[in-house]
């Protein structure tokens, strides 16, 4: 399940990477001028880890652009109150996000069966039923046979 805060990460990624690219740097080329492994580099332009405020502070000293600070300590910032948002939201349980979901699925089977009809079972129902299976099994012949 994608989030708005990964989403947002991944963004802060991307413009992480545009930065650096348009400072004419490789990955182990602005690793090594921050004094980072490779992978840290990669992680945060990639969205799978969230930088720090002094982790923004250096990458927009070391692409040349310290101007572009502030707006990387707003985007942080703007990331970080969807991650308190969401934790919120899941504070109480799932339940509340499982039922937002459950209505998006009942209102999209509405609009594919026409509109505005009765829907004698939602999607969601229908996916939660158990599946009854038979399977005929039969034994070959030669097996059959007695020794």
């Known amino acids: ?20 690219a348009e ?10 001028r921050l004094g980072w492994q490779r992978s840290k580099v990669s992680r945060l332009e990639t969205g ?11 990458w927009a000293q070391a ?11 707003g985007r942080l910032t703007g990331l970080e109150t969807r991650y308190r948002s969401m934790r919120r939201q899941l504070a109480g349980g799932h339940l509340a996000r499982q039922e937002v979901g459950v209505a998006g699925d009942r209102s999209h089977h509405v609009a594919a069966c026409g509109g505005g009809g009765a829907v004698s079972r939602p999607v969601a129902e229908r996916r939660l039923r158990p599946a009854r299976v038979h399977r005929e099994q039969r034994v070959p012949a030669d097996l059959r046979r007695g020794p």
Request: charged share 30%; glycine share 10%.
């Open 1 to 20: 399940m994608s989030t708005d805060h990964q989403s947002a990460r991944v963004a802060l990624g991307a413009r992480l990477r545009m930065l650096r």
């Open 23 to 32: 400072a004419g740097l490789d990955g182990q080329g602005i690793a090594e």
């Open 48 to 58: 799978k880890q969230t930088p720090t405020s002094e982790d923004l502070r250096q």
């Open 63 to 73: 692409v040349g652009r310290p101007d572009v600070a502030d707006e990387l300590a």
